[in-house]
Nanobody
């Protein structure tokens, strides 16, 4: 019912910035909470940031002050602005969204931070 297309991943040096985008196939007004997860090799998936339909945001302690989650209804897009990136941020990042009773996931985008 909702397709999520991620973009913006890539390679960046430590201290640099990267912006991830998650384009939804339908209006964000019909979508509930959205968020970003990440999974590093040999580690379990963790919640990075979350944004409610009302715009309330939460962040993992490890990214507070460095990452910013936002949603732009006019563009049907959710963003994750990542600043002061560290090698520990290297992971596959996944977009997720709630629509109705179901959770939907993007395909994931690789973020690699070199030292």
């Amino acid at each position: 019912q909702v397709q999520l297309a991620e973009s913006g991943g890539g390679l960046v040096q430590a201290g640099g910035s990267l912006s991830l985008s998650c384009l939804a196939s339908r209006s964000l007004f019909s979508i509930g909470a959205m968020g970003w997860y990440r999974q590093a090799p040999e580690k379990q998936r963790e919640l990075v940031a979350h944004i409610s339909s009302a715009g309330t945001t939460t962040y993992a302690d490890s990214v507070k002050g460095r990452f910013t989650i936002s949603r732009d209804s006019a563009k049907n897009t959710m963003y994750l602005q990542m600043n002061s990136l560290q090698p520990e941020d290297t992971a596959v990042y996944y977009c997720t969204a709630k629509f109705g009773i179901r959770d939907y996931w993007g395909q994931g985008t690789q973020v690699t931070v070199s030292s």
